[in-house]
C-alpha cells in the first residue's frame, strides 16, 4: 500500500480537498451524452439503470395480474380468450420469477454491495454492463414476442411434453426458453462480480465478522445462482435442442424422460425462491438497525441461517412433485428437509423480533414494510410447512391454495421488504428524500390490498379451484370469493400507483437527502448522497461491524491510491488485509457490443441450429476487441 | 338457419347449469371419500395450529414494537441480550419440535392412505387433451367395457384407477374422494378411491394441460352396488338400433360422415379411438367433458361448433346440413 509515489503516478495521498476530488472524477466518470451511456461501467449507473429496468417489467407484468383478475371476477367471463389468458398466465410467471424478482434483487446489490464493503467499483464493471444489456434483450426478446402473439403459453414452468416439439408448435415454447438462457447468463455474470467484490474487494478491515448481513445473504445469493442456474440451463437447452434438432431427452417413446424436466426444473426452481428470498432478508436486518436504532440481534445466527438456508435449498425441489408418483418413503425425506427450512427463517424471524422488542422503534415507511413483511411472511412460511406436508399437498397442489402461498412467500417474503428498501436507499440513489406520507399510504393500500386479494385465494384451493384455468363454470361455488379478490386487487393496484408516483415525484423534487439520513450505520452512508463516480475520495478502513455507529467522527481511511487511473484496493479473503493495488476497467463500447452479437446468435438460434456456427464469429469478434491486451500493469502489489 | 339453430342451442344449454347437484361437489372440505376424510382431518388440525402459531408471532410482534417506544436508545445490554438469546433459542426449538411432529404425522398420514384394502374394481383412466378415457377392466376380458368422462363407483369399496397419461401431463383430482395423482406419459400410476356416501362428485385436470385445460371436468357418481351392476350391464351392451326415422337417419350421416373415424359406436361400424367411446353417450350427464348437461340441444350446439364451444380442442368442425345435424343430434340423444 505505501509503496513511495513516483511522479509518473500521482497518489492520493499527495493532492487534497477539491483538487483531490477533481482528479478522482476526471479519471472514474462516465462522460455525459449517449456514448458516455453506452460505454459506462459504473456500478452505480449501471444497478440504476438495472432497478429502473426491473420495476418496469414489475409493471407490465403487474397489468397481466390485473387482466387476469378481471377475467376470474365472473364465471365463463369473455374478456380474455383461452389463448390468451394462458400466454397471459405463463407471461405473468416468467416475467415476474426472471425479469423482475432476481434480476431487481441482484440490482440493488449491484448498486449497493461495492458501496456496503467500501469499494470504488465492483469487480469485473464489464461484465456487468454486459450482463446488463443482455437482461434487456432477454426481456425484450420476451414482451416483443408476446406483443406479437408469439408469447409463450406453457406456463412459467414449461413442462414437457407441452412445451415439447409435438404439443407446442409454433416458436412459443423456444422463446421461452431462449428467454431463459438471456436472463441465466445475466445472474451468472452477477453472481460472479458479486462473489469476487465481496471476497476480495472489502474494505481492509472488514473482516469476515464485520460484512453488514445484506452483503452476508448477497454472497450466499450468488452461490445459490452459481449451483442452480446450470440446472435450468441443462434443461431450456436439452428442450431447444428435442424442439429442434429432435433430441429426444424427454420423449418417453425414444427412452427418454418426461420427469427428468421436473428435476432439472425444480432443482433450479426451488432454490431460485431462496435466490429471491435471501437477498430480502438480508435487507431486512440491514434496514432494521436504524429503525430499531441497535444493532441487531443475533448477528452470526443471522449469517448461519443464511448459510443453511442456502445449503438446504437444493434438497427440497421434489416437494413440487408429490403427486407424480415417486416413492412414498423418498417423498417423505423431502417433507422433512422441506420442514427443516423453518428452523432458519425461523432463527431470521425470531431474531428481529428481539432486535426489535430491545430497541427503540421508529416508525418511518421502510419499518412498515417490515412489519408488512412480518405479517404477510409469516402466513407465507406456515403454509409453505403446510404444502411441505405429503398428504396435505395432494388436496392442494397445483390448486389456487399455492397460488396463495408463493405470492405470499413472494410478495410478503421478498417484495415488501423491497419496497422498504426502495424507501430506505432512494436518498443514496437519487440524493432526494421519499416523501413519508405517500409513502405510509402505499404501505396501507398494498398491504390492506394484497392480503384481501390474496388470502380468499387459500380457500378457493381447498374448496376444488385448480391453477392456471382461464375460467370456471357458474355451477361451481367460487364466484364470490374471486369476485372479492378481484375488487380487492384494486386497492393493491392503487398502492402500487402511489408508490411509483411517490418515486417519480420524490426523484424530481424530494427533500434534498444528507449523506446518512437514517443514521445508518454502514459504509454506503458514509459518503455522499448520491456518490460520486469513484464512491470513495479515500478508501475506509473498518474496525467494526457498525463502522458508522462507532467511529462516527473520524472514519480511518487507507492511502496509497494513483489518481491518473482507476484503482481499489484488493484485500484478503478472511481478514481484509490489503494485499495489492488493483486497475479497475475503463469505459468500453464492447461489452455492449459483445451483447448484441450474443442476443443476435441467441435469438437466431431458435429458428436454425446453425445460428449457433455463424452468430459466434461476431461474438468472438466482439470478445477480442474487449480482451485486447493494454499493455500496462494489471496490478501492483 | 344453421347459425340460428346453433345460437339457440348453446343458450338454451348456457342457461341451464348442472344445478342438480350440490355446489360443495368439489371440495377437499366437503369430502365423501375414505381418504378424502382423513386428509381433511389432518389439513384442519395442521391449519389449526399453525393460526396459533401465526398469531404468537403476531403479539410478540406487537408486544415488540409496543412495549416501549419511547427513550433514547441505549446500547445493548449484557442482561438483555442474555434474555433475549434464551428467548430465541426457545423459540427455534419450539418451531424445531412443532415441525418434527408435522413431518411425523405426515409420514403416518401418508403411510395409512397407501395401505388399499382388498379391490376386486379396477378402471383404466387415460388422460387426453381435453377429456378422460375411461375402460373398466376386470379378470374375464368380456366384461371389460370403454366409456368417457363418467365414473361409476359403487359405495364403500376400493376402486383402483390406473392412471396413464397419453399425450401430456394430466392430474386426476376429484377432492371430495381423494388427493390427487398425476397421469404422465411414460409412467404409471395408481389412486385407489372409496365413496364414504352415494353422490354425485365433480372433479377437474389440475395439471396445466393446454389451451383448455379449464375444461378438462369429470364426474364420479357413487351409488349402491345394485344400481352400479346395472349401470355396468347397461354400459356393457353395444348401442341400441335408433327406432325413429330421424335417429336412423342420423345414424347413417355418423357412418359416412368423418364422425365414425376418430369415434366408436359400439354395434355399428364407428370404431374410431380419437375421441370418446360414445356408445352411451346420451346415458351420461355431460358432454364435452363437463363442460354441458347432455341435452339434444347440447348435442347439436356442439356437433355444430366444437371449436367455438371449446376453442383449441381436437374435434374439428363436419359441414353438415341442418337437416343432417338434426339427425346426428337425434341419433347421439338415442344412445342411452
Known amino acids: 500500500m505505501n509503496s513511495p509515489a513516483t511522479a509518473s503516478s500521482p497518489r492520493d495521498i499527495d493532492i487534497q480537498g477539491t483538487r483531490l476530488t477533481e482528479a478522482l472524477t476526471e479519471t472514474w466518470k462516465t462522460p455525459p451524452g449517449v456514448w458516455g451511456a453506452l460505454t459506462t461501467v459504473d456500478h452505480k449507473i449501471i444497478g440504476r439503470r438495472y432497478i429502473f429496468t426491473a420495476f418496469i417489467f414489475l409493471a407490465l407484468g403487474g397489468v397481466l395480474a390485473a387482466l387476469m383478475r378481471i377475467q376470474l371476477a365472473q364465471p365463463e367471463a369473455r374478456l380474455l380468450g383461452a389463448d390468451r389468458y394462458n400466454q397471459i398466465f405463463t407471461m405473468h410467471g416468467s416475467n415476474m420469477m426472471f425479469l423482475f424478482a432476481v434480476p431487481v434483487m441482484e440490482a440493488v446489490a449491484v448498486y449497493l454491495v461495492p458501496l456496503m464493503v467500501g469499494t470504488r467499483n465492483i469487480a469485473f464493471p464489464r461484465l456487468n454492463a454486459f450482463s446488463y444489456w443482455i ?30 416439439p409435438q404439443y407446442a408448435a409454433g416458436k412459443r415454447a423456444d422463446i421461452w426458453a431462449q428467454m431463459i438462457t438471456f436472463t441465466e ?17 472489502r474494505a481492509p478491515g472488514m473482516t469476515l465478522d464485520r460484512i453488514p448481513v445484506f452483503v452476508w445473504a448477497m454472497l450466499v445469493t450468488s452461490f445459490l445462482i452459481i449451483m442452480a442456474m446450470p440446472a435450468i440451463m441443462v434443461a431450456s437447452t436439452s428442450l431447444i435442442l428435442d424442439r429442434l434438432v429432435g433430441t429426444h431427452f424427454f420423449n ?47 448477528y452470526l445466527g443471522l449469517v448461519m441461517a443464511l448459510i443453511a438456508t442456502g445449503i438446504l435449498a437444493f434438497g427440497l425441489w421434489v416437494h413440487h412433485m408429490f403427486v407424480t408418483g415417486l416413492p412414498r418413503l423418498g417423498e417423505s425425506f423431502f417433507t422433512a428437509s422441506s420442514m427443516a427450512i423453518a428452523i432458519p427463517a425461523g432463527v431470521q424471524i425470531f431474531c428481529w423480533l428481539a432486535t426489535l422488542w430491545d430497541g427503540r422503534p421508529v416508525f418511518k415507511t421502510p419499518l412498515l ?12 412460511g406456515l403454509t409453505g410447512v403446510l404444502v411441505a406436508s405429503v398428504p396435505f399437498d395432494t388436496q392442494v397442489h397445483d390448486t389456487y391454495f399455492v397460488v396463495a402461498h408463493f405470492h405470499y412467500v413472494l410478495v410478503g417474503g421478498a417484495v415488501f421488504p423491497l419496497l422498504g428498501a426502495i424507501h430506505y436507499w432512494f436518498p443514496k440513489l437519487t440524493g432526494r428524500m421519499m416523501s413519508e406520507t405517500l409513502g405510509q399510504w402505499s404501505f396501507w393500500l398494498i398491504t390492506i390490498g394484497f392480503n384481501a386479494t390474496f388470502f380468499p385465494m387459500h380457500i378457493l384451493g381447498l374448496e376444488g379451484m385448480p391453477r392456471r384455468i382461464y375460467t370456471y363454470q357458474p355451477d361451481l361455488p367460487w364466484h364470490a370469493l374471486n369476485l372479492f379478490a378481484s375488487l380487492s386487487s384494486v386497492v393493491l393496484t392503487a398502492g402500487f400507483l402511489v408508490f411509483f408516483i411517490n418515486v417519480i415525484r420524490s426523484a424530481r423534487a424530494g427533500d434534498v437527502a444528507s449523506d446518512n439520513p437514517w443514521g ?20 475506509p478502513v473498518v474496525n467494526s461491524l457498525h463502522p458508522l455507529w462507532d ?20 484485500t484478503s479473503l478472511n481478514t481484509a488485509e490489503p494485499q495489492a493495488r488493483e486497475a479497475s476497467p475503463r469505459n468500453s463500447i464492447w461489452p455492449l457490443l459483445t451483447a448484441i452479437a450474443t442476443s443476435i446468435m441467441l435469438i437466431w438460434s431458435i429458428f436454425t441450429p446453425w445460428a449457433v456456427v455463424w452468430g459466434s464469429i461476431p461474438i468472438a469478434v466482439a470478445l477480442i476487441g474487449w480482451f485486447w491486451p493494454k499493455g500496462t500493469p494489471e496490478d501492483e502489489a | 338457419m344453421i347459425r340460428v339453430l346453433r345460437k339457440a342451442c348453446l343458450s338454451a344449454t348456457l342457461a341451464v347449469p348442472l344445478a342438480a347437484c350440490g355446489s360443495n361437489w368439489q371440495s377437499a372440505l366437503d369430502v365423501h371419500g375414505t ?20 398469531m404468537l408471532v403476531m403479539v410478540a410482534l406487537i408486544w415488540a414494537l409496543w412495549h416501549r417506544r419511547e427513550g433514547r436508545p441505549t446500547p445493548p445490554q449484557p442482561a438483555r441480550e442474555r434474555r433475549m438469546t434464551i428467548a430465541v433459542t426457545g423459540a427455534v426449538i419450539a418451531t424445531t419440535v412443532i415441525i418434527g411432529t408435522f413431518t411425523i404425522m405426515s409420514f403416518f398420514a401418508t403411510r395409512s392412505l397407501s395401505v388399499a384394502g382388498q379391490d376386486d374394481l379396477t378402471i383404466r383412466v387415460r388422460g387426453l387433451q381435453w377429456w378422460w378415457g375411461l375402460e373398466y377392466i376386470g379378470p374375464d376380458p368380456s366384461r371389460r367395457f370403454e366409456t368417457a368422462n363418467e365414473i361409476h363407483i359403487p359405495v364403500g369399496r376400493n376402486v383402483r384407477l390406473k392412471l396413464e397419461g397419453l399425450d401430456v401431463i394430466h392430474s386426476f383430482w376429484v377432492p371430495s374422494l381423494a388427493g390427487k395423482q398425476d397421469l404422465i406419459p411414460g409412467r404409471s400410476n395408481e389412486l385407489v378411491i372409496r365413496a364414504e356416501k352415494a353422490g354425485v362428485y365433480r372433479g377437474q385436470c389440475a395439471e396445466y394441460c393446454g389451451m383448455q385445460h379449464a375444461h378438462m371436468a369429470l364426474l364420479v357418481i357413487a351409488e349402491s352396488q345394485d344400481d352400479f351392476d346395472k349401470w355396468a350391464n347397461a354400459e356393457r351392451n353395444a348401442a341400441a338400433q335408433p327406432v325413429e326415422e330421424e335417429a336412423a337417419a342420423g345414424m347413417q350421416t355418423f357412418l359416412t360422415k368423418p364422425c365414425a373415424a376418430c369415434h366408436t359406436i359400439r354395434g355399428t361400424l364407428a370404431a374410431g379411438t380419437t375421441g370418446p367411446d360414445l356408445t352411451h353417450v346420451s346415458s351420461r350427464r355431460t358432454i364435452a367433458a363437463g363442460l354441458f348437461e347432455t341435452t339434444r340441444g347440447s348435442l347439436a350446439a356442439w356437433i355444430a361448433d366444437p371449436q367455438t364451444i371449446k376453442p383449441g380442442n381436437n374435434m374439428p368442425m363436419v359441414p353438415l346440413t341442418p337437416d343432417e345435424l338434426r339427425a346426428v343430434s337425434a341419433y347421439m340423444a338415442s344412445l342411452k
Not at chain 1, 283 to 297: D, G, K
Not at chain 1, 369 to 376: N, P, S
Open chain 1, 252 to 298: 418417453p417413446a425414444e427412452g427418454g424422460d418426461v420427469l427428468l424436466w421436473q428435476h432439472l426444473f425444480w432443482f433450479f426452481g426451488h432454490p431460485e425462491v431462496y435466490i429471491i428470498f435471501l437477498p430480502a432478508a438480508g435487507m431486512v436486518s440491514t434496514m432494521i438497525e436504524p429503525f430499531a436504532r441497535r444493532p441487531v440481534f443475533g
Open chain 1, 551 to 570: 467511529s462516527r467522527d473520524a472514519l480511518a481511511v487507507a492511502e496509497g491510491l494513483r489518481t491518473d487511473r482507476r484503482e481499489l484496493v484488493v
Open chain 1, 520 to 539: 445508518a450505520p454502514t459504509l454506503e452512508w458514509a459518503t455522499t448522497s448520491p456518490p460520486p463516480s469513484y464512491n470513495f475520495a479515500m478508501i
Open chain 2, 35 to 54: 381418504s378424502a376424510i382423513s386428509l381433511k382431518h389432518l389439513i384442519l388440525l395442521i391449519v389449526a395450529v399453525c393460526c396459533v402459531v401465526w
Open chain 1, 135 to 164: 437482461y434487456l434483450a432477454g426481456g425484450a426478446l420476451l414482451w416483443i414476442a408476446f406483443a406479437l402473439d408469439m408469447g409463450p403459453d406453457v406456463g412459467w414452468f414449461a413442462y414437457v411434453p407441452l412445451s415439447g
Open chain 1, 369 to 380: 414494510f417490515i412489519i408488512g413483511f412480518f405479517v404477510t411472511f409469516v402466513i407465507g
Open chain 1, 185 to 201: 447468463v445475466s445472474a451468472l455474470a452477477v453472481a460472479v462480480e458479486m462473489v469476487v467484490t465481496i471476497f476480495k474487494q
